[in-house]
């Protein structure tokens, strides 16, 4: 197993290289920044950096209003509350006026997993894929996570970033190519198609893995950018292979698998077996969770078996 | 003695009166909209755009433009009326108002309305945006000032507050607030609604400083909010004003938030500002 990185410290080294190249970026935060490592941001342009205390409405407004005055606006705090606390002004202004904000979902799916169901990020992706213009990424690795600061603050207009609390291996070279709404094929395969997202992705490669022992043939993708999702590459994949399997880290309705069976049901109907969560969660390791919730390779590799019997007449 | 200034808070007023009859018979003609709070703020804006804001209405994204904010958003139908006539966009806009395809949404957006610096509607988030526009004018070294106007119901909403100590903290300069006073809300009087009283205190120990005046003199705001702009700290115009104001059968009356006007009541509200309405 390669070792594993910090994606929350590639993410702080990551914004502070962007404010030495960028001007316009400002950074805030609401009290959390030690975790969320925007203060590595803070640290090094304390006059860009605000932290706002616990008031995310309030830091999503000012963030707002910093945009509108030509900034670009990165907002942190961890997704759960990102998405509930601050949902107003974030569909209210930021998406209705296109606003070129930043919005950094930290601490996704289980990371924060000791801290229990109140600090779960499940629900996330449902909400900030409902609004219309929103960029949705969620990486993988330290250098796609490192990557899509920098493409975040490229395009022009409202991104939400899901970040991870936890750890990862680095599965991409550093000149790997990120493109927002381009997923990754990272392996062919003819059986089954396993659509990944965030974290998941190095659970599906090893679902991969698995099935190939069996003789199942599993075709991999990442696809870190969930909204506009890469509706070539998930035809394609459902094209070359009859069924797909969707994994994320939150709740089955309204993230990834909601997207890519949206893009189906238009495009090409098609089996799909769905690998998230469907009920709230309570506290533990990182790892028993996962395992607990069903987020893991045993898992996919469990509905990739399923897709392919269902295939057959 | 006769000043310019009595001369030009005579034409102001003049103006006031004019955009209150065009208020009345705009709501009427649409049958929908919000009378109470746009004649609350009628003095408020005309002076805010007559005499204080630095904008170019031929160029309404010049850069170093003041900014303003309308927080209480229901009273958009006032804000354009005094848009229009300070020439942001034709005033053969209004009688859009409120309908399909219309570049005059039922509160205002940025994207679609000339000389709207900011999109408001749900209420309690405007000091915030305008604290953040604010900031980014002090870190871009711009001389502009951000002006929000409040209503008093809406600072029920906690975010509000959230937004008061932050502008503390921060504290960017050139950020007036005005909180438009007339003590009356969508279900009640404030003090039924929900009780907001010892306003200035209250905000005086969030670290503001506090500038209160009558909400309908044209001089009197005008000389208080160039004293807000000069403050040190954030500061707040508490404007007392009266909800309906100017229509005696509105004055004071929640029921007329957010009522239609009748044609018996567009008659009689006309009558009362002075115009014959049968005439011509």
């Not at chain 2, 001369?7 to 709501?27: H, K």
Request: glycine share 10%.
């Amino acid at each position: 197993m390669p070792d594993k990185v910090s994606i929350r410290d590639v993410y702080g080294a990551a914004l502070k290289k962007l404010g030495e190249q960028e001007e316009r970026v400002v950074v805030l935060e609401a009290d959390v920044g030690g975790s969320t490592k925007s203060a590595v941001f803070g640290k090094a342009f304390p006059d860009r950096y605000f932290n706002v205390g616990i008031a995310e409405l309030n830091m999503a407004a000012m963030a707002a209003g910093f945009a509108y005055a030509g900034k670009i606006p990165f907002v942190n705090t961890f997704s759960v509350f990102l998405t509930t606390r601050a949902s107003d002004p974030i569909s209210s202004m930021i998406a209705y006026d296109h606003l070129n904000v930043k919005l950094c979902g930290a601490y996704s799916g289980l990371s924060d997993a000791y801290d229990g169901a109140s600090h779960h990020g499940i629900f996330d992706l449902a909400y900030v894929r409902s609004l219309p213009g929103m960029t949705v990424l969620s990486v993988c690795d330290p250098v796609e996570t490192e990557k899509a600061v920098f493409a975040a603050a490229e395009i022009e207009g409202p991104v939400y970033l899901r970040l991870s609390r936890a750890e990862a291996p680095k599965l991409y070279p550093e000149n790997m190519v990120f493109t927002p709404g381009k997923g990754i094929l990272l392996r062919e395969g003819a059986d089954v198609s396993i659509l990944a997202t965030g974290l998941m992705v190095h659970h599906a490669l090893e679902a991969a893995n698995r099935l190939q022992a069996e003789g199942i043939s599993a075709r991999v993708v990442d696809l870190h950018t969930i909204q506009p999702v890469d509706r070539e590459l998930v035809l394609e994949s459902a094209e070359k292979t009859g069924c797909v399997v969707t994994a994320e880290e939150h709740s089955i309705r309204g993230g990834l698998g909601s997207a890519v069976a949206e893009v189906l049901a238009q495009g090409r109907p098609t089996i799909q077996e769905f690998v998230g969560l469907d009920s709230y969660t309570e506290s533990g390791a990182y790892g028993t969770l996962l395992s607990a919730y069903h987020l893991d390779a045993q898992t996919i590799a469990e509905k990739a078996r399923i897709a392919v019997q269902r295939k057959k007449p | 003695m006769y000043h310019a200034t009595d001369q030009r808070d005579q034409e102001l007023g003049t103006l006031c009166r004019t955009m209150r009859v065009e208020l009345i018979e705009l709501l009427h003609q649409i049958q929908t909209g919000h009378p109470g709070g746009s004649l609350s703020c009628c003095e408020i804006l005309t002076t805010l755009y007559f005499d204080c804001m630095n904008v170019r209405p031929e160029q309404p994204d010049w850069d170093d433009r003041d900014r303003f904010v309308l927080s209480k958003g229901h009273a958009a139908p006032m804000l354009y009326l005094t848009l229009a006539h300070r020439g942001f966009f034709p005033m053969e806009w209004l009688p859009t108002l409120r309908q399909y395809g219309s570049r005059l949404q039922g509160h205002p957006c940025a994207h679609k309305t000339p000389g709207i610096d900011c999109s408001t509607g749900p209420l309690g988030l405007g000091l915030s945006a305008a604290l953040g526009m604010a900031l980014a004018g002090r870190l871009n070294g711009q001389d502009y000032t951000t002006w929000v106007l409040l209503g008093d119901g809406e600072i029920q909403e906690g975010g509000v507050w959230e937004a008061a100590m932050s502008a503390r903290k921060f504290n960017p300069g050139r950020l007036v607030a005005i909180l438009d006073h007339n003590g009356v809300q969508l279900d009640g009087t404030n003090a039924e609604v929900m009780p907001i009283d010892r306003i200035a205190e209250r905000w005086q120990a969030f670290g503001w400083e506090v500038f209160p005046c009558d909400g309908h003199s044209i001089p009197e705001l005008r000389e208080t909010l160039a004293r807000a702009k000069a403050s040190d700290s954030p500061a707040l115009v508490i404007a007392g004003t009266v909800k309906g104001k100017g229509v005696s059968f509105m004055e004071g009356q929640s029921a007329w938030h957010g009522k239609p006007v009748s044609k018996e009541d567009c008659h009689r509200a006309l009558q009362e500002l002075g115009v014959d309405h049968n005439a011509g």
